[in-house]
């Protein structure tokens, strides 16, 4: 640089991630495994850990879209990023599009608490277990199509929640330590570009 003398130089390592200041992210269970749920007082049902594995590991399940309340005719408001497979049940994570009107509505709405829950839509397979002998039918899920996971005011499934609400949030100002080298070195704002 003209007119500066340095008597010494260090380089300084440093990390640079791009974070997107609009990112945000809904983490919840899905489809919670091995807890039976009554279906519109007609039978009992339950999801176990091999109900959506293949649907969301190979199939169409791997992006079954985030929906409001079930509602096929509008757009998604989200897209799945990572399914988990937990003792709870299945897990995912959502990009909400909070681009679109909707999908910041959603967003808010579950960051806020007002949305807790999730439920899914999917299609049943040929190998459901079927229990008839008792007082009520039970239906354990076999291996299923998943289609899609919505946000709900209430799950069918109790334990079919929201789990995270996740903002990248603001992107952090300069570093102190940075402002504080540059006033040392008697850099102008116009020498630092």
Partial sequence: MPGKQFDECRLIEAEFRVVDAEART????????????????????????????????????????????????????GKPLEWRDTDEGLVGVWEIDVKRDAGAEAWRLADEGYLRALSVGFQAGDADDVDTSGEVTRVTRGPARL??????????????????????????GPDPRIAAYRAALGLTKEERS
């Avoid at 809904?26 to 495994?33: D, K, N, Q, S």
């Avoid at 919505?150 to 952090?172: C, F, H, N, Y």
Wanted: no cysteine.
């Fill in 147 to 172: 289609l899609e996971v919505s946000l709900v005011s209430v799950p069918a499934v109790e334990d079919a929640r929201i789990t995270k609400v996740r903002s990248a949030g603001p992107r952090p």
């Fill in 26 to 77: 809904i983490t919840g269970v899905a489809a919670p495994y091995n807890r039976w749920t009554p279906i519109a007082g007609a039978y009992l049902e339950r999801f176990t850990a091999e109900t959506f594995a293949e649907s969301v590991r190979r199939g169409g399940g791997a992006n079954a879209p985030l929906l409001m309340h079930h509602d096929h005719t509008d757009m998604p408001v």
